[in-house]
Nanobody, 126 residues
Framework: QVQLVESGGGLVQPGGSLTLSCAASGGPFGTFVVAWFRQAPGKEREFVAGSRWSGGATRVADSGKGRFTFSKDRTKNTVYLQMNSLQPEDTAVYYC???????????????????WGQGTQVTVSS
């Protein structure tokens, strides 16, 4: 059974940075796709960034381009989301999600993911 555990959320001032981590267990992960989503109060859960576990292009939502970096350490079965220049509108619960065998266009579709972490709160406020 695949399990995903996020960490690294917290309170940060506008313009600050945070790095989220997602530790995966219960693979195999060969054909895995792993992504970050976020959900703000009263809004739908939206795609932030994601990539195939085995490599290939990383996709980042327009809201995060130039500020968010998705990376992975396969030796630790962990993916990261480095977030810079955070703004109040980035406040949300951030979720790690995974699925097997998604095509590139499907990365952004939350309905395609069947493994989810518990979420970690990110609050950007002065």
């Amino acid at each position: 059974q695949v399990q995903l555990v996020e960490s690294g959320g917290g309170l940060v001032q506008p313009g600050g940075s945070l790095t989220l981590s997602c530790a995966a267990s219960g693979g195999p992960f060969g054909t895995f796709v792993v992504a970050w989503f976020r959900q703000a109060p009263g809004k739908e859960r939206e795609f932030v960034a994601g990539s195939r576990w085995s490599g290939g292009a990383t996709r980042v939502a327009d809201s995060g381009k130039g500020r968010f970096t998705f990376s992975k350490d396969r030796t630790k079965n962990t993916v990261y989301l480095q977030m810079n220049s955070l703004q109040p509108e980035d406040t949300a619960v951030y979720y790690c999600a995974a699925a097997y065998n998604l095509r590139q266009p499907e990365l952004v579709d939350r309905a395609r993911y069947n493994y989810w972490g518990q979420g970690t709160q990110v609050t950007v406020s002065s």
